[in-house]
């Protein structure tokens, strides 16, 4: 499972575009205007879609912020236009802390974030790739409500963003981890076939994934509106991305 994991890791493009030596933020938790260092990140989530951040970094508190500027298209995702994930000084040398609290959505699609009590709440993802500790253990005091925090390296922005998309987007998504692997998985054969005939899209992929044909045709359909493969003439597919 863990090589599976780290695959989904891999699959998240993350590429800085602009780079801010000097700039100012308004932080709604101090509710002050801050200075500092300021990054912009596009992120292409595989599961999700295109993302861009904003990273702060306020060299004075230690702290940095994570907001999250543009969302892919839907109703869930719209909610967390504009959110943040503040990580803040440990009394680790060099590690800065993010209390752990996930999203989640009821039937009417309305975007709550709870605080994680217990270790088995913690996505599996979460507990696989980043220290975890007590808040306080990574505090050195204890606050009502929050009890487990991630450990990041000061200056790991990218790794940062990676924990936005566990925590707040990954746990709302509509597609599951298991359907985009099936998804990338189809596409990856589907290219080492290039012009590839269906039929044989179908028997490889029932011998290397087990994938009956129902769920073949399923993925083609969800890859092929998505615009990432098309039907060049009957019984034939390639790949356009």
Known sequence: MVGVSLRFLKEIKITK?????????FDLSLRQ????R????RVRDFLTGEWLFKVCSDRELGRVMVRALKC????????LEGNTMMFQKSVIEG??????SLAQADEKDQIRRRVVGSMEEIPALVKEHFEIKSYEEATGKRAPGKYWVTLSEEGDEKAMIILFLLERVWPISPTSLEERLKSINLMDLIKGLERAKTEDVYRVAGEQFGLRKEDVDALLVSLERSGQIERPEEGYIKTLK
């Open 17 to 25: 575009v602009e780079e801010r030596p000097e700039d100012a933020w």
């Open 33 to 36: 205007l801050r200075e500092g």
């Open 38 to 41: 300021v990054h912009f990140y």
């Open 72 to 79: 892919p298209p839907g109703r869930r995702f719209a909610q």
């Open 95 to 100: 590690l800065l802390y993010d209390v752990i």
